[in-house]
T-cell receptor, first 106, second 117 residues
Framework: QKEVEQNSGPLSVPEGAIASLNCTYS??????FFWYRQYSGKSPELIMF????GDKEDGRFTAQLNKASQYVSLLIRDSQPSDSATYLC??????FGAGTRLTVKP | EAGVAQSPRYKIIEKRQSVAFWCNPI?????LYWYQQILGQGPKLLIQ????????DSQLPKDRFSAERLKGVDSTLKIQPAKLEDSAVYLC???????????????FGEGSRLTVL
């Protein structure tokens, strides 16, 4: 069974801090990785995707991929209360992890 | 552009009853997914269609769940008979493929919330 693992949290950070979300996967054949955000009572929406080892930045979000360690992370800089949500990691075949609930406190 | 449509939004049934959910993906999206999301958990992939063919249904409990996409457009997910543990949100998604064609972005419907009493 191919696994996508995330720390379920909850993760709490103060406003303006960096939030770090982590994900590991078991399928070494995975080539693409996704971070989705899900607000309470809403459906997931795509934040970022990453294919290549290293970092990919988009505004306040940075995705980091290490295929050798089978590890992908999402950093949120200057966290805002509006970032409070569950963050879901997904792999190439659209299987998701359990999600990490993030709370940003004003 | 219209998004992914799902109905009903809410359904309450008693255990052992049956229920059906409908999904109409974004126009032109050939690939369609059904997910089950239990409260506090991530979406669990139930079935993936490519046009009207099944690509992956390895996690679909086939003794009680069935899904079809007869004309390669809209899809129906059925549960019969329902159990208490089927209480969840059932999400339908279709995919916008990236230029590379290897993967893409999922667009989700609003979901159908099922409560089994």
């Amino acid at each position: 069974q191919k696994e996508v693992e995330q720390n379920s949290g909850p993760l709490s950070v103060p406003e303006g801090a960096i939030a770090s979300l982590n994900c590991t996967y078991s399928d070494r054949g995975s080539q693409s990785f996704f971070w989705y955000r899900q607000y309470s009572g809403k459906s997931p929406e795509l934040i970022m995707f990453i294919y290549s080892n290293g970092d990919k930045e988009d505004g306040r979000f940075t995705a980091q991929l290490n295929k050798a360690s089978q590890y992908v992370s999402l950093l949120i800089r200057d966290s805002q209360p509006s970032d409070s949500a569950t963050y879901l990691c997904a792999v190439w075949d659209m299987r998701f992890g359990a999600g990490t609930r993030l709370t940003v406190k004003p | 552009e219209a998004g992914v449509a799902q109905s009903p939004r809410y359904k309450i049934i008693e255990k052992r009853q049956s229920v059906a959910f409908w999904c109409n993906p974004i126009s032109g999206h050939a690939t369609l997914y059904w997910y089950q999301q239990i409260l506090g958990q991530g979406p669990k992939l139930l079935i993936q269609f490519q046009n009207n063919g099944v690509v992956d249904d390895s996690q679909l409990p086939k003794d009680r769940f069935s899904a079809e996409r007869l004309k390669g457009v809209d899809s129906t997910l059925k549960i019969q008979p329902a159990k208490l543990e089927d209480s969840a949100v059932y999400l339908c998604a279709s995919i916008q493929w990236h230029r590379t064609g290897n993967t893409g972005e999922l667009f989700f419907g609003e979901g159908s919330r099922l409560t089994v009493l």
